[in-house]
Each structure stands twice: as structure tokens, then as C-alpha cells.
């Protein structure tokens, strides 16, 4: 009796130790444990700080300049005055002060601050599709591996079912060599069938627990931290499918954010042809200052406006314009070349879908029928009418139906998951 009592205790804790774990609960835990989502965030916060300081160029920039210096020497000027009178003044002084203050605004710039503002937005565009992309990657991935536990729950179920029925033969043969209605070869198929059984379970337990570990490690979690899954899965069923990519997609995001990054550099290219136009106010204070004669504080105001041009004379900025272009193309060409590729992986994920829910069908029918037909071959050999090696015959076609099963159902809700990540579908980042 104290046997039962601790294995009832030891499974009592194995229970409670076991984590439920929703489809939902493991996209959260998949998100905060993700190193390529938190590289993603830096670079979009990255992205958008570069953003604002693009903007911040247009608004007036306010520069200062203070230093104190001590000169050994200074020149001198020497007048001589008839008859015999001589002045001289030293023309600045040993002990300099000067702060200079400058505000200056830009006035035209020939479309670089705009250029480079629309650069940054489109940069940061593209960061946040490449930070959603990373998101909708992650929920794929930790999506399959749940399905694929939950693929090894159903076949572990399915082997304790074969080998529970497989005691039930090994008893009823037991029962009939004692009543000499069974032979010795009859007991040792049984035998053989229970032993087979019992290693399709370990089998399968080893499966399930690869699978827990790769889950668990995708989580963040311990390797052995063992895990029940709480979502129930719908039974497959006919749906209709579409094969419009979603327009929001963040792969086709980042190719068109990709295009407007290049027409921002068209147009910062094309900047270049023309002269930058400032204006600037400052204010000047120190010792000696503008007075080089008077060893005296004083300051002054200065208004003004600034204008550069440069033009390189053997075609640089003609070259650059036409780099920029023919970056732009390339672009182009690269966004047509992912809505291509995406428009046939969501053509080749229905047909997966259609493929899946078809050998569902197809299992489900032979479980159907391996079912009755075991029960029909038990009530038979019951009765004496049927062999034991036929039995276990039906019996082995009835397990491998059960665990086509749960394979094909399984199989269904990996397929429907890769069409939801094909299409963009918003399904996909429901825990559901």
C-alpha cells in the first residue's frame, strides 16, 4: 500500500510541476525571450532617432565659441613725432577674451534637408517591416513547433492505446492457454505484441520530449521544464482560401520602403546641382575685441546671409545622379521580384492546404474503419472464431491508423499555419 501511495505522490508532482502552456502563452513568451526581436527594436529606435534629427536640420542652429589665450608678444607701432617726441602703442594686447555666438538658419538648400528627411522616414519604414517581418517569423516558428508537440501528444496517446489493447490480448490469450483453448505460440505472439507496444510508447515519449525541448528552448525556457498544451485545436474542415497577398505584408513592406529610400537618394542627388543659402546672426564679446588699440571689454552684432555652390568639373555630381537612378531600378526590380516569390508561395501553400486536408479525410476514413474493424475482430476472438495472430494483425493496422491520424490533423494545422504566413493573414499572431 505505501508503494501506491508514493507513485501516487510522484505523479501527483510531475502534474504540478508541468506548465499549461496556450498557443497564446507561447507567442508571449517567444516574443520576450527573442534575441532577433530585440535587435529589430534597436534598429527601428535607431531608425527613428535618425529621423528626428533629419527634421531637426530644418530649424535654426545656434553655434559658440569662447576662448582665453596669452600671447608673449605683440607688436608694436612707433610714431615719431618732430622735434624730438616718440609714441608708441603696442597694437593688441597679451591677455585676449573672446566668446562668439552664431544663430543660422537655412534658407534654401536645393531640396537636401527634404531629401534627407524623406531618407529617414523611409529608413525607419523599412525597419519597423523588418521588425514586423522578424515578429511574423517568430509566431510561424513557434506555431509549428506547439503543433508539432501537440503532434506528439496525440501519438503518445495513440501508442498507450495500442499498448493498453495489446494487454488486453496478452490477458484474454492468458485466460484462454489456462482453458486450453490457446496455444503456447498464441501467448508468444501476445508477448511479442506487448513488448512491441511498450517500445512504440517509449518511442514516442522520446519523440514527444525532443519536441518539448525544442519548444522549450525556442521559449526561453528550462530543457526540462515539462509542458501541458492547453489549446484545442478545431477539427479540420474545408475553408475557402484566398491568394491575394495581403498589402501589408512586411516583406512587401520593406521592398517598397526599399524603392522609396532610393527615391530619396534620386532626389539628395540631384541636390547637389544647387547652391545652399543661409542666414545667420551673431554676437561677439571679449577683451580687446574689434579694438586693437584699447585694452577695453566691448561686443557687436552681426546680421548676414551665406551662399555656397561647389560643381565638381569632371562630372562627379553627374555620376552620382546616375548611380542613384540606376540604384532606384534596381529596387524597383527587387519589389517585383519578392511580390513575384510571394504570390507563388501562397499559390503553393493552398495547394499544401487542400493536400493536408485530404489525407485527413483519408485517415480519418481508415481510422473509421480500423476501429469497427478491431471491434468486430475482438468480439470474434472472443468467441474462438479468429486466431490470435489475426488479431494482433487488425490490432497493429488499427494503431498505425491511429497514429496516421494524428499525424494527418496535425499536419492540417501546420499547413493552414504556413498559408496564414504566406498570405500575411492576421490569424497567424492569434493565439489561437
Known amino acids: ?31 520576450q525571450h527573442a534575441y532577433s526581436l530585440k535587435k529589430a527594436a534597436a534598429e527601428r529606435e535607431a531608425a527613428e532617432s535618425a529621423l528626428n534629427a533629419a527634421r531637426s536640420e530644418r530649424y535654426p542652429t545656434l553655434s559658440a565659441d569662447a576662448r582665453a589665450q596669452y600671447i608673449s608678444y605683440v607688436p608694436t607701432l612707433d610714431i615719431n613725432i618732430p622735434p624730438n617726441f616718440q609714441l608708441t602703442r603696442e597694437v593688441g594686447t597679451k591677455d585676449n577674451y573672446q ?23 523611409a529608413t525607419r519604414d523599412y525597419y519597423q517591416a523588418l521588425e514586423q517581418t522578424d515578429i511574423d517569423q517568430l509566431y510561424h ?9 501537440y503532434r506528439m501528444d496525440r501519438t503518445l496517446d495513440a501508442a498507450n492505446a495500442a499498448l493498453k489493447r495489446a494487454r488486453v490480448i496478452a490477458a484474454d490469450v492468458d485466460s484462454a492457454f489456462a482453458g486450453g483453448v490457446a496455444d503456447s505460440v498464441d501467448i508468444l505472439e501476445a508477448q511479442l505484441a506487448v513488448s512491441n507496444a511498450e517500445f512504440g510508447v517509449k518511442r514516442a515519449e522520446s519523440d514527444r520530449r525532443s519536441s518539448e525541448i525544442r519548444l522549450d528552448v525556442l521559449l526561453g525556457l528550462p530543457a526540462d521544464e515539462s509542458l501541458t498544451l492547453t489549446t484545442e485545436l478545431p ?8 491568394s491575394t497577398v495581403a498589402s501589408d505584408k512586411p516583406e512587401l513592406m520593406a521592398a517598397d ?6 527615391q ?7 541636390a547637389n546641382y544647387f547652391p545652399t543659402v543661409s542666414a545667420f546672426g551673431g554676437y561677439s564679446y571679449g577683451k580687446p575685441n574689434l579694438d586693437r588699440f584699447n585694452n577695453t571689454w566691448n561686443d557687436y552684432f552681426t546680421v548676414g546671409a551665406t551662399l555656397s555652390w561647389s560643381f565638381n568639373l569632371f562630372g562627379k555630381t553627374v555620376h552620382k545622379s546616375s548611380q542613384a537612378r540606376w540604384n532606384l531600378e534596381a529596387s524597383r526590380q527587387q519589389r517585383d521580384n519578392v511580390a513575384e516569390q510571394l504570390n507563388r508561395g501562397v499559390k503553393l501553400a493552398i495547394e499544401q492546404v487542400k493536400l493536408a486536408y485530404e489525407r485527413y479525410r483519408n485517415a480519418h476514413q481508415q481510422y ?34 491511429e497514429a496516421s491520424l494524428a499525424a494527418a490533423e496535425a499536419e492540417y494545422h501546420i499547413a493552414m499555419s504556413n498559408y496564414y504566413y504566406a498570405v500575411g493573414s492576421p490569424e497567424l499572431r492569434e493565439g489561437k
Open 1 to 31: 500500500m505505501k508503494y501506491v501511495i508514493l507513485l501516487l505522490l510522484i505523479v501527483t508532482t510531475v502534474s504540478a510541476s508541468a506548465r499549461d502552456l496556450s498557443l497564446g502563452d507561447a507567442y508571449t513568451l517567444a516574443r
Open 99 to 121: 566668446t562668439d555666438l552664431r544663430l543660422t538658419m537655412p534658407l534654401f538648400t536645393g531640396g537636401r534637408i527634404s531629401g534627407g528627411i524623406n531618407l529617414a522616414k
Open 141 to 149: 516558428l513557434t506555431r509549428v513547433e506547439y503543433l508539432g508537440l
Open 235 to 242: 477539427s479540420p474542415e474545408p475553408v475557402e482560401l484566398t
Open 257 to 262: 520602403m526599399g524603392v522609396k529610400m532610393s
Open 264 to 270: 530619396s537618394s534620386v532626389k539628395l542627388s540631384k
Open 368 to 401: 473509421t474503419i480500423s476501429s469497427n474493424n478491431y471491434r468486430l475482430a475482438k468480439m470474434k476472438h472472443d468467441q474462438g472464431a479468429l486466431s490470435t495472430n489475426h488479431l494482433l494483425e487488425i490490432d497493429a493496422n488499427l494503431t498505425a491508423a
